[in-house]
């Protein structure tokens, strides 16, 4: 879909059929970002079903965010080798699947493995929905199509605890996975209808990076396997130590690798020689970071500190998805004119001092505040996601677009599922506590008050508000000069 300009030269209007479009890739980016916290407010049930300690369950949770990480480089080598609409609807079958044998794991094994495969449908949806919808868009209209892609990001994970909320007080657990299995067919009948055909292949097939493959998955898995174990074992087990060294390890020799191979890597390492891309990309790994913590926080905090019932704290979520619904189409109409300068580090702010509350709550801290700290903390979070986006689309050159988006989503997903080791990891004090106490949930609280701290000063990093489209034949890959402060 290309670009068209209205009269005077103004950016045109987001048609019907780009709105279309981006409508049809929400209903299946929603799923994925839902079903990232959907099981967030039962972690105690399943817990209790199936007999297993935080340590073990969290992986329920963990194995998700983990597997849509590891799913999306091979995604991007996918899109460009077999085309977007095939493998989008590979990755909504996938997610169906998945969800399918869910509903039915017979044990806590059995359970997190069907995550992982609920996971890796997730990671393929992900990154074909932005390059599709920003390539749609064009640079001219990216800052207000990520403002409407951005509600599966950061609504869909805010949603997720208050509809696992609903189904587990009406219903038993089964059905928060239940649930996927309409609108997944819905979303795939749907992108059958409204994308367009593949182009057929031209030129010699595109090599898959499997070395890089082999090096940066198991890399990501081995940091996060330990930090989960610390939180039952300590730091100083052998399991942790061996899983942080492999984990390094396995990192190391994947930068080598990138810059070295004659092929394109599955994270390409050259992107972050830009200022702009490498602040964009920090700020979305510690959104997910922070984003993610929270939302597997709230949940606990309100059943054990508080002793709400799971639809009570799921409820309690509400201004939190409240503050994030409101604040995404503000950012979306602001950020092509105010810049991802001045709104990101205004939403890290507001992230941060929700948090903070948190940290000094205990079980006689008043509702109203809490209520008062999580729509704070949810504006602040859709003031970050969408100018965040398009100013990332706005660092790199158009071949670049789609490793760009594999980049952003990796360490998204890798930022929200070391942010949940992180927060399980201190709510068991390093292996200290079997239970988490109210102390351990204001120590835990004060990581995504960390990681807002860092997203504002990344965020003045980010490009102003942009300027002028460049002239054609501009360098490629320069930073964008016409960006205003």
Same mark, same amino acid.
């Given at each position: 879909?290309?670009?068209?300009?209205?009269?005077?030269?103004?950016?045109?209007?987001?048609?019907?059929?780009?709105?279309?479009?981006?409508?049809?890739?929400?209903?299946?980016?929603?799923?994925?970002?839902?079903?990232?916290?959907?099981?967030?407010?039962? $972690?105690?049930?399943?817990?209790?079903?199936?007999?297993?300690?935080?340590?073990?369950?969290?992986?329920?949770?963990?194995?998700?965010?983990?597997?849509?990480?590891?799913?999306?480089?091979?995604?991007?080598?996918?899109?460009?080798?077999?085309?977007?609409?095939?493998?989008?609807?590979? !990755?909504?079958?996938?997610?169906?699947?998945?969800?399918?044998?869910?509903?039915?794991?017979?044990?806590?094994?059995?359970?997190?493995?069907?995550?992982?495969?609920? @996971?890796?449908?997730?990671?393929?949806?992900?990154?074909?929905?932005?390059?599709?919808?920003?390539?749609?868009?064009?640079?001219?209209?990216?800052?207000?199509?990520?403002?409407?892609?951005?509600?599966?990001?950061?609504?869909?994970?805010?949603?997720?605890?208050?509809? %696992?909320?609903?189904?587990?007080?009406?219903?038993?657990?089964?059905?928060?996975?239940?649930?996927?299995?309409? #609108?997944?067919?819905?979303?795939?009948?749907?992108?059958?209808?409204?994308?367009? &055909?593949?182009?057929?292949?031209?030129?010699?097939?595109?090599?898959?990076?499997?070395?890089?493959?082999?090096?940066?998955?198991?890399?990501?898995?081995?940091?996060?396997?330990?930090? +989960?174990?610390?939180?039952?074992?300590?730091? !100083?087990?052998?399991?942790?130590?061996?899983?942080?060294?492999?984990?390094?390890?396995?990192?190391? &020799?994947?930068?080598?690798? *990138?810059?070295?191979?004659?092929?394109?890597?599955?994270?390409?390492?050259?992107?972050?020689?830009?200022?702009?891309? +490498?602040?964009?990309?920090?700020?979305?790994?510690?959104?997910? %970071?922070?984003?993610?913590?929270?939302?597997?926080?709230?949940? /606990?905090?309100?059943?054990?500190?508080?002793?709400?019932?799971?639809?009570?704290?799921?409820?309690?979520?509400?201004?939190?998805?409240?503050?994030?619904? $409101?604040?995404?189409?503000?950012?979306?109409?602001?950020?092509?004119?105010?810049?991802?300068?001045?709104?990101?580090?205004?939403?890290?702010?507001?992230?941060?001092?929700?948090?903070?509350?948190?940290?000094?709550?205990?079980?006689?801290?008043?509702?109203?505040?809490?209520? &008062?700290?999580?729509? *704070?903390?949810?504006? @602040?979070?859709?003031?970050? !996601?969408?100018?965040?986006?398009?100013?990332?689309?706005?660092?790199?050159?158009?071949?670049?677009?789609?490793?760009?988006? !594999?980049?952003?989503?990796? /360490?998204?997903?890798?930022?929200?599922?070391?942010? $949940?080791?992180?927060?399980?990891?201190?709510?068991?004090?390093?292996?200290?506590?079997?239970?988490?106490?109210?102390?351990?949930? &204001?120590?835990?609280?004060?990581?995504?008050?960390?990681?807002?701290?860092?997203? #504002?000063?990344?965020?003045?990093?980010?490009?102003?508000?942009?300027?002028?489209?460049?002239?054609?034949?501009?360098?490629? @890959?320069?930073?964008?000069?016409?960006?205003?402060?």
């Amino acid at each position: 879909m290309a670009v068209t300009k209205a009269a005077g030269g103004e950016p045109a209007r987001l048609d019907a059929a780009l709105l279309t479009l981006v409508g049809v890739m929400v209903l299946g980016g929603m799923m994925s970002y839902l079903d990232a916290t959907i099981v967030n407010v039962g $972690i105690s049930t399943l817990g209790g079903e199936f007999h297993a300690t935080l340590a073990t369950i969290e992986w329920v949770t963990t194995g998700y965010l983990l597997a849509v990480a590891l799913a999306i480089p091979p995604a991007g080598w996918a899109v460009v080798r077999f085309g977007a609409k095939r493998m989008w609807l590979v !990755g909504l079958s996938v997610f169906l699947i998945g969800s399918t044998l869910c509903a039915f794991a017979p044990n806590t094994e059995s359970l997190i493995a069907f995550r992982v495969v609920q @996971g890796f449908g997730g990671g393929m949806v992900d990154p074909i929905m932005m390059t599709v919808v920003a390539g749609a868009a064009g640079p001219a209209r990216v800052g207000r199509v990520m403002g409407l892609v951005s509600v599966p990001i950061t609504l869909g994970p805010v949603l997720g605890p208050l509809i %696992g909320g609903l189904l587990l007080d009406n219903f038993s657990w089964e059905w928060m996975f239940l649930v996927n299995i309409p #609108f997944a067919l819905a979303a795939i009948v749907l992108a059958i209808r409204v994308l367009p &055909a593949d182009p057929p292949p031209s030129g010699d097939p595109v090599p898959f990076d499997a070395l890089g493959g082999a090096l940066l998955s198991p890399g990501f898995a081995a940091i996060v396997f330990a930090l +989960s174990r610390a939180g039952s074992d300590g730091f !100083g087990s052998t399991e942790v130590i061996t899983g942080l060294a492999v984990g390094v390890a396995l990192f190391a &020799a994947y930068a080598v690798h *990138a810059l070295r191979t004659t092929v394109t890597p599955l994270l390409d390492l050259r992107l972050f020689s830009s200022k702009g891309f +490498s602040a964009g990309v920090t700020t979305m790994f510690l959104l997910g %970071g922070g984003l993610f913590s929270l939302l597997f926080l709230l949940p /606990l905090y309100y059943q054990q500190v508080h002793g709400h019932s799971v639809l009570e704290s799921g409820l309690l979520l509400a201004p939190l998805g409240l503050g994030t619904l $409101i604040g995404m189409p503000v950012a979306g109409n602001l950020a092509d004119r105010a810049g991802a300068r001045r709104l990101v580090p205004a939403g890290a702010l507001l992230i941060g001092a929700g948090a903070l509350v948190f940290t000094g709550s205990g079980p006689g801290t008043s509702q109203v505040a809490l209520t &008062a700290a999580q729509f *704070a903390a949810g504006f @602040g979070m859709g003031l970050v !996601g969408a100018p965040t986006m398009g100013s990332v689309y706005r660092t790199v050159p158009g071949d670049a677009v789609a490793g760009a988006t !594999g980049a952003v989503f990796i /360490l998204n997903q890798i930022g929200a599922s070391l942010g $949940i080791a992180v927060v399980a990891l201190i709510l068991q004090g390093g292996g200290s506590y079997t239970t988490p106490t109210a102390d351990t949930f &204001a120590h835990a609280f004060w990581w995504p008050v960390a990681a807002a701290v860092v997203v #504002f000063v990344a965020g003045l990093l980010l490009p102003g508000r942009p300027g002028p489209e460049p002239a054609v034949g501009a360098a490629a @890959g320069a930073e964008p000069a016409a960006d205003h402060a």
